[in-house]
């Protein structure tokens, strides 16, 4: 009996587990699937002029048909809303420095630095210069966007808003505003400029090197790498000539406070590349372009097609291509006549003024011997779960101090190398904190039917300043650089100058008409991958800090090998190249090395006849990754500080492929040991640690070395896909995968080698249009349309991307018609 009744109470216990069990899936499920869109059927939108059809192919891509250009807009933004609202509403978040509204105490001093930037005041004086075309597309997107948020709250919006509720209860999405769009340009600049970064690291590194050191470590642009254009800047070709000034591509590791904001990381930049029609299979132009940022979840892009039918003068836009969740427009891509593609410049347009701060007077510094009045700005700043906090910015003519808010240089005297007053403070100079006119840009890019008009258009992409390659149906390509670019009285912008005098003030901006451009070139191909842009005839300083050239040096060696007759196909081939240059440099000079070690010789053995290509399956990637690792670490972390160790980017590839000539450079030397070491003694400790590290991490069966196995990307949400608990970044989270490529490759799947071999940027979308048939355009991005966790969209182009597979870029109305998985009618 007692038996029988424990069993009984067993069954209704089991019951009992699993009817909660249930229940909870079932909540859980419905909170997760109740914020994913409607993508079929019909949705009434209240200020919608004329009926919009929205056509979705089996990714999840939208082409969106409308018949006038109010409507276009506003049903991206509605779009837009739809799949990826959460990712919108964290970066007008960052660009307006309001994180800890949503996220609490933790972002206060991410808050306080970007507060002190002030991005949100420059685009309110945007707004107010504004031409009225485009300010009528932005409120379209805007109300798009406000008509969505009208009708969706809190998980219904997204499910990290589920999440968000029990950190932040209060927390109610507010509605989306001109501002919210402007700014995000702004937090773009900052992902995608590094200089500042730069002189920093210029300038702590003087602390304890010479300046001839400095000089070695960061070393002048490879005489025998490409430049973009030659001749002055007009015209020109793919050449050989050297860039004056000392270059870098350094990407120090990110402020702590700004850990959540951003993604940046080494190796962010970008390739794209234009094959004119007399070296294709169809005489016709291929573009393709594949951006370099830092790893997300979701994709940074959102790929679209905007289409007015009919196709009028007061309805002008016929362009597909990727777009930006918060921006309206296509950033990257085609319309009905011209493709263009886009790459970082690495322009130097941030300079570090060092001010005389009045000892008696804090807010006083130092203009030509007399003491000036800052300018003082009060933010207040909402705090979640806390009180607000008021915060004092403090500026000076050449921008806001920043020394008070951002931990690199707040201890600037202690370990910088140059003479510093005694009272002083850091101003920044850059561009992007002065009014842009960079959305104007895109709308006007979008309508472009030629060179000239594209030409207009990229004049007002100022700031972020980029690298455009231009093709168009009629067989022309083009490159042009636009971007506000500062003539300076003196200096070169690597190092912080005194702001107490007028000697290196900012006297102008270079003149578009004098910036590098190149139409036709008789070579019949344009390639960009942040490497230099000019020679050393053209008479303006545009950077010091380029990429060191390898990736374009690989692009236009493939181009240059296969001379005629190439195809999309060749060129997808191109796009996901993984030759590692600096291995086919110094792999030579490792395997004539001897090693008295048996195990180390099979090991060494294994890289006799490696084809360079680091593949996901190589075992000689895996090996040379570790040994280029601790050949790095073993060369200079005995001389340089702890924060600027070598990351193996670009910068390094130059610097280990001159100092291996050298093979007793003092580099060499391990200070630390009483003997003097040379260059194969540090080559075979590498080697040894290399061999040591991966039978320790891997097997010791060399069969299942795989650079993949090392190399592992993870897709990670943002927010709280890095909340350190481990359930919910399970819930936002995807991966690790294993990833080919590697820094400085074609295939730019970064890794910063002071740590370890995870990727931390990477080829975000690969793009390969067709000038001869728009719809034999492919394109692939990282990770999928939909923001939403769950939703087949969500990480459906991860497998695709990792595996250089492609999707057809739909065009015609009847190709997108016919490949249709859901149809959607947004009804006035």
């Known amino acids: 009996m007692q038996k029988l009744f424990k069993s009984k109470i067993l069954k209704l216990i089991s019951i009992s587990i699993l009817v909660v069990t249930l229940v909870i899936s079932s909540a859980i499920a419905y909170t997760i699937r109740h914020s994913w869109p409607q993508e079929s059927g019909k949705i009434t939108l209240p200020g919608l002029q004329a009926q919009v059809e929205v056509q979705r192919d089996q990714l999840g891509i939208p082409h969106i048909y409308a018949q006038n250009t109010h409507d276009l807009f506003m049903a991206q933004g509605y779009i837009h809303a739809q799949d990826r609202f959460w990712q919108m509403d964290f970066w007008r978040h960052i660009g307006s420095g309001r994180l800890a509204e949503m996220f609490g105490q933790s972002q206060l001093n991410t808050d306080k630095f970007l507060r002190t930037l002030g991005w949100a005041r420059v685009a309110q004086t945007e707004i107010q210069q504004m031409d009225t075309e485009t300010r009528n597309i ?23 808003y589920a999440v968000l509720k029990l950190l932040n209860p209060n927390y109610k999405p507010e509605p989306w505003q001109l501002l919210h769009t402007l700014t995000w340009g702004k937090v773009m600049s900052y992902d995608l400029g590094d200089n500042l970064d730069t002189e920093i690291e210029r300038s702590i590194l003087l602390k304890t090197l010479t300046s ?75 573009l393709a372009n594949d951006p370099h940022l830092g790893v997300q ?67 006083q510094y130092e203009v030509n011997g007399k003491w000036v009045d800052m300018e003082l700005l009060t933010e207040n700043i909402q705090v979640a779960g806390s009180q607000s906090v008021a915060q004092t910015v403090r500026y000076t003519r050449h921008g806001p101090i920043i020394s008070d808010t951002f931990a690199p240089v707040k201890n600037f005297h202690q370990t910088a190398g140059i003479n510093l007053p005694a009272n002083y403070a850091l101003a920044l100079r850059w561009t992007a904190l002065e009014p842009s006119t960079l959305a104007s840009a895109i709308v006007k890019i979008n309508l472009s039917q030629n060179w000239q008009e594209f030409r207009a258009g990229v004049r007002d992409f100022d700031v972020p300043a980029q690298n455009f390659v231009y093709a168009d149906i009629d067989g022309n390509i083009g490159y042009q650089m636009p971007g506000k670019i500062p003539v300076r009285k003196s200096g070169d912008g ?95 000079i490792l395997l004539q090395i001897p090693f008295s070690n048996s195990r180390l010789e099979k090991v060494q053995h294994l890289l006799v006849g490696w084809d360079f290509q680091q593949n996901s399956d190589s075992t000689a990637g895996a090996i040379f990754a570790a040994f280029w690792k601790h050949l790095l ?45 040379n260059r194969d003694q540090i080559f075979q400790q590498a080697f040894a640690e290399a061999v040591d590290e991966l039978e320790g991490s891997l097997s010791k069966d060399t069969s299942r070395w795989h650079w993949g196995n090392l190399h592992t990307v993870t897709f990670r949400n943002q927010t709280l896909g890095k909340s350190g608990i481990a359930p919910i970044e399970a819930l936002f989270n995807r991966g690790p995968f294993p990833s080919a490529g590697g820094s400085s490759i074609v295939n730019a799947t970064g890794w910063n ?13 690969r793009m390969i249009v067709d000038l001869a048939n728009w719809d034999n355009s492919v394109a692939i991005q990282t990770t999928g349309q939909s923001g939403h966790a769950f939703h087949r969209h969500y990480d459906d182009m991860i497998q695709p991307w990792r595996q250089f597979k492609y999707h057809p870029m739909l065009w015609q109305p009847e190709k997108v018609a016919s490949n249709a998985a859901k149809s959607l009618m947004l009804i006035p």
């Open 138 to 160: 932005l409120q379209a997107y805007a109300d798009g966007i406000n008509t969505y948020l009208a009708d969706h709250q809190n998980s219904a919006l997204s499910l990290e």
């Open 212 to 286: 001839q050191q400095v000089d070695q470590l960061i070393p002048p642009y490879p005489a025998d790498h490409p430049v973009v254009v030659g001749h002055g800047g007009q015209g020109g070709h793919v050449g050989q000539r050297r860039q004056r000034g000392d270059l870098s591509s350094l990407s120090p590791p990110t402020p702590h406070t700004l850990s959540l904001a951003f993604g940046r990381g080494d190796g962010i930049g970008s390739n794209n590349w234009v094959i004119s029609g007399q070296r294709t299979a169809t005489g016709k132009p291929i």
């Open 297 to 363: 979840m979701p994709s940074i892009w959102h790929e679209v097609g905007l289409h007015c039918l009919p196709k009028t003068a007061a309805c002008p836009y016929d362009v597909a291509g990727f777009s930006f969740p918060g921006m309206a427009g296509v950033i990257i891509g085609h319309n009905d006549r011209i493709s263009w593609g886009v790459t970082n410049l690495e322009a130097d347009v941030m300079d570090l003024f060092i001010e005389k701060i009045n000892p008696n007077n804090p807010n």
């Open 494 to 588: 690597r190092y912080p100058v005194p702001g107490w005098t007028d000697e290196f003030e900012w006297q102008e901006y270079i003149q578009f008409e004098k910036l590098p451009t190149v139409f036709n070139p008789e070579s019949g191909y344009i390639v960009t991958a942040n490497n230099a842009v000019i020679g050393k005839d053209y008479p303006y300083l545009i950077s010091s800090e380029w990429d060191y050239g390898f990736r374009a040096q690989r692009i236009a060696e493939m181009i240059a090998a296969k001379k005629n007759s190439i195809t999309v196909a060749d060129v997808e081939k191109m796009q996901v190249d993984n030759k590692n240059l600096i291995a086919e440099n110094i792999v030579p």
């Open 633 to 677: 670490a073993d060369t200079f972390a005995d001389q340089l500080p702890q924060g600027y160790l070598p990351t193996g980017s670009s910068r390094w590839f130059a610097v280990i492929r001159e100092l291996v000539k050298q093979p007793n450079s003092n580099w060499w030397d391990n200070y630390k040991t009483p003997v003097v070491e």
């Open 753 to 765: 080698a002071a740590k370890d071999y995870t990727v931390v940027s990477l080829p975000s979308m």
